[in-house]
């Protein structure tokens, strides 16, 4: 090992706390010291090289090293490195940004409150939503349902919106106020019902929370369009329109968290074009500037942001970096190269189902995998015991963490969740890598299988 590592696991090892590890045995194996990205890969300071099949995490949507990005930050850093949006004051890049932006979302959406991430985008959702309901004169209506096993951040409030049941063992999560109901997770939940069945069943269940806590009480639902950090799971078709039927029915705002499933992920802009519904809140990040500077931020509709003007006086609400112009004119660049490179269009009419059917063709009759979902650049393989059955392994999480460890080992970074490798790879990649991260994938699998024997 070079001694450079060595010297970068030291000071980690004195000095930081990494995210969802036991700090104390990463200690001792080491982390990984990534030194470079360019495109679809990465190296690490020994000089391995590793195809990125998770996009860092889910966020480098234009792949690694772009010099549009990085010279649009330079540029702006030297013109007007900071300046903010409180009280009376704007700048050129970020209405630069909104314009772009609002360009590319339905027209039903018209304002944004510009955050540093997807937790925070989150929390600016809380305050917001029930300040709207205040100036809607229905300062009753304060409870928020998300999903078990629906991720959100990791903030106090975006936790507790989050399902994640770990995360809230550790200190007293969920705030009071937040609700939750089970997720379309048909593989693990669906027992006898067709997925079509389940997915109703489902989105009834919030119907039936909604009546149980008064609609009156409740001011929003809140949900990602596909789970993300919960294991890529689709919802069945029926799902969604359900979903919307009842929030119209009683007036509970939909609130679709897009912070993964934004800007290209699934092919098309945002994930809820792709499952065809229409939310009234958009959270979004990562993607927004493929994760070269920090930037997120809470999305509006019209109708929600017309009362909050017109009605709303005052918001006491504000970020130190909302809309920061070095953010700002990164997300721009971003945004136009996926524009007018016809990124996004290729990811939905060419190497997304390029990606889907190879996968499809190399797993769907692996002894493994129980099934397969995705669409555009995201995928799930679901590991399974018994497929005719839909068994899970018992020690399921064990086996999906063997393989990760096996795909870097193979030179590839895929994601294990409880059950299910997931991948998501940059939104550039050609049809030879997707050759060679499904190629790099298939050892993994393959490797883990001959240990289960
Ligand atoms: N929402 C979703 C759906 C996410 O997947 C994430 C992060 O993975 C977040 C919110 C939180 O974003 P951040 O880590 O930028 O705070």
């Excluded at 930050?73 to 700048?91: C, E, G, I, P, V």
């Excluded at 919960?230 to 009842?246: H, K």
């Excluded at 997300?331 to 190497?351: K, M, P, S």
């Amino acid at each position: 090992m070079s001694t450079s590592t060595q010297r970068y696991q030291a000071i980690d090892a004195a000095h930081h706390i990494h995210a969802f590890v036991d700090q104390k045995a990463l200690n001792q194996e080491g982390p990984r010291v990534m030194v470079k990205g360019e495109g679809v890969y990465l190296w690490d300071s020994e000089g391995k090289q590793y195809l990125d099949g998770m996009s860092g995490l889910w966020c480098t949507n234009i792949g690694y090293g772009r010099r549009d990005l990085i010279s649009a930050a330079s540029q702006q850093m030297a013109q007007l490195s900071y300046y903010n949006m409180f009280f009376h004051t704007t700048h050129p890049a970020v209405n630069e940004l909104s314009e772009k932006l609002f360009d590319l979302l339905p027209g039903h959406y018209s304002h944004v409150v510009y955050t540093n991430s997807g937790s925070e985008a989150n929390e600016v959702l809380i305050r917001t939503v029930r300040r709207y309901w205040d100036v809607m004169g229905q300062p009753e209506k304060k409870i928020f349902i998300g999903r078990h096993n629906g991720y959100h951040g990791s903030t106090v409030g975006s936790a507790s919106l989050g399902g994640m049941a770990f995360m809230h063992e550790m200190g007293g999560l969920p705030i009071p106020g937040v609700e939750h109901i089970g997720e379309p997770y048909w593989y693990a939940h669906g027992g006898e019902l067709s997925p079509a069945a389940f997915g109703l069943k489902c989105a009834q269940e919030l119907e039936a929370r909604i009546l149980a806590l008064g609609a009156d009480k409740v001011a929003a639902f809140v949900a990602e369009p596909f789970q993300g950090a919960g294991g890529m799971i689709f919802p069945p078709e029926s799902y969604w329109p359900e979903i919307q039927r009842i929030c119209r029915k009683y007036d509970v705002l939909l609130c679709a968290d897009e912070v993964i499933g934004g800007f290209g992920r699934t092919g098309e802009w945002f994930a809820h074009q792709h499952f065809g519904f229409e939310p009234d809140t958009l959270s979004i990040a990562k993607g927004l500037t493929s994760g070269y500077v920090p930037m997120g931020g809470l999305v509006l509709s019209k109708r929600m942001a017309d009362a909050l003007v017109e009605r709303g006086g005052v918001f006491a609400h504000g970020l130190t970096y909302s809309g920061h112009p070095v953010a700002a004119a990164v997300a721009l660049a971003n945004l136009n190269a996926l524009d007018q490179e016809g990124i996004v269009t290729r990811t939905r009419n060419d190497t997304g189902p390029y990606l889907q059917k190879s996968l499809r063709e190399v797993f769907d009759r692996h002894p493994l995998v129980g099934e397969i979902q995705g669409t555009g650049m995201v995928a799930a393989l679901q590991f399974c015991e018994d497929k005719a059955s839909r068994t899970r392994f018992a020690n399921e999480a064990d086996i999906t963490w063997r393989c990760r460890t096996h795909g870097f080992e193979e030179g590839v970074i895929i994601r294990s969740t409880a059950g299910r490798m997931i991948m998501a790879p940059a939104l550039v990649i050609s049809h030879a890598q997707i050759d060679e991260l499904i190629d790099k994938t298939r050892r993994a699998v393959d490797r883990t299988a001959a240990e289960l024997g």
